[in-house]
């Protein structure tokens, strides 16, 4: 069974406080690791797909970074509107081609301050 | 370049009667999503559809729910004889397939009365 744990559950910054959110997954043969942004009453947003540890990707003041146990969500001097609940997902693939759902964290909760 | 397109946004049913919730994928997009997601809770999943296919239903209740995603036309969530505990938002998800990110819909925000 895929298993998600994101942490922590809540988090809560001052604009321009740098941190790092928490994504640990065990999967049998990852074929892709997902962050998404929801905020409150949308659907969650896609931000990037991860494949193979070593990876990192950017955008903005966002950068994942993915290991064979864990993905981080680094937020770099964040702003006010970086406020959201961020979700990490993982998707394998069976020996088989058979690909399996998607696997959602409960998400952290990431609310900026001025 | 149309998104994900859920509808109704909103719908209201009392208890008994029948939800039936639309999705329609992203153009060239052939994989299907649906999650529920219960206030303060995560997104939780139903089930995994190709065209024509069930993939994976094993997050759908035994009774009351079904899933379909035909050759032609949006994939339908339906559920029957609905209770207050079904109330619930609903997301859909499309994919040009794995490990292809899936993109979400705004989803459907279901109260039973």
């Known amino acids: 069974e895929d298993q998600v744990t994101q942490s922590p559950e809540a988090l809560r910054l001052q604009e321009g406080e740098s941190s790092s959110l928490n994504c640990s997954y065990t999967?049998?043969?990852?074929?892709?690791l997902f962050w998404y942004r929801q905020d409150p009453g949308k659907g969650p947003e896609f931000l990037f797909t991860?494949?193979?540890a070593g990876e990192e990707k950017e955008k903005e003041r966002l950068k994942a970074t993915l290991t064979k146990k864990e993905s981080f969500l680094h937020i770099t001097a964040p702003k006010p509107e970086d406020s959201a609940t961020y979700l990490c997902?993982?998707?394998?693939?069976?020996?088989?081609?058979?690909?399996?759902?998607?696997?959602f964290g409960t998400g952290t909760r990431l609310q900026v301050t001025l | 370049n149309a998104g994900v397109m859920q509808n109704p946004r909103h719908l209201v049913r009392r208890r008994g009667q029948e939800a039936r919730l639309r999705c329609s994928p992203m153009k060239g997009h052939s994989h299907v999503y649906w999650y529920r997601q219960l206030p303060e809770e995560g997104l939780k999943f139903m089930v995994y559809?190709?065209?024509?296919?069930?993939?994976?239903e094993s997050g759908m209740p035994k009774e009351r729910f079904s899933a379909e995603f035909p050759k032609e036309g949006p994939s339908i969530l339906r559920i029957q004889q609905v209770v207050r505990g079904d109330s619930a938002a609903y997301f859909c998800?499309?994919?040009?397939?794995?490990?292809?990110?899936?993109?979400f819909g705004q989803g459907t925000r279901l109260t039973v009365v």
């Open positions: 559809l190709q065209k024509e296919n069930i993939i994976d």
């Open positions: 998800a499309s994919s040009h397939g794995p490990p292809k990110e899936a993109f």
């Open positions: 997902a993982v998707q394998a693939v069976f020996d088989t081609g058979t690909a399996s759902k998607l696997t």
């Open positions: 999967v049998s043969g990852l074929r892709g």
């Open positions: 991860l494949y193979s």
